[in-house]
């Protein structure tokens, strides 16, 4: 009797993990598709406008580092 529970236990064990490595599989490509067109609509934006894009980076920097500054202290 207690093979056969250890048999039915280890298959609906090994039939989860299939299941959840089937799902992690395709968020991963989900995951992977939206990162992509983000990155594209990224380039596309900095690409209209990048001297005001670099110019908000470095002045963003700059704030950055004074609050830095001035935190330890």
Same mark, same amino acid.
């Given at each position: 009797m207690q093979e056969e529970e250890t048999k039915e236990v280890k298959h609906t064990f090994s039939d989860l993990t299939v299941n959840i490595e089937d799902k992690i599989n395709a968020l991963s +490509?989900?995951?992977?598709?939206?990162?992509?067109?983000? +990155?594209?609509?990224?380039?596309? +934006?900095?690409?209209?406008?990048?001297?005001?894009?670099?110019?908000?980076?470095?002045?963003?920097?700059?704030?950055?580092?004074?609050?830095?500054?001035r935190r330890k202290s």
């Open positions: +490509k989900s995951i992977g598709k939206t990162v992509e067109e983000k +990155k594209e609509y990224a380039k596309g +934006k900095i690409n209209e406008k990048p001297l005001a894009y670099m110019t908000g980076a470095f002045f963003g920097g700059v704030i950055m580092g004074y609050a830095m500054r």
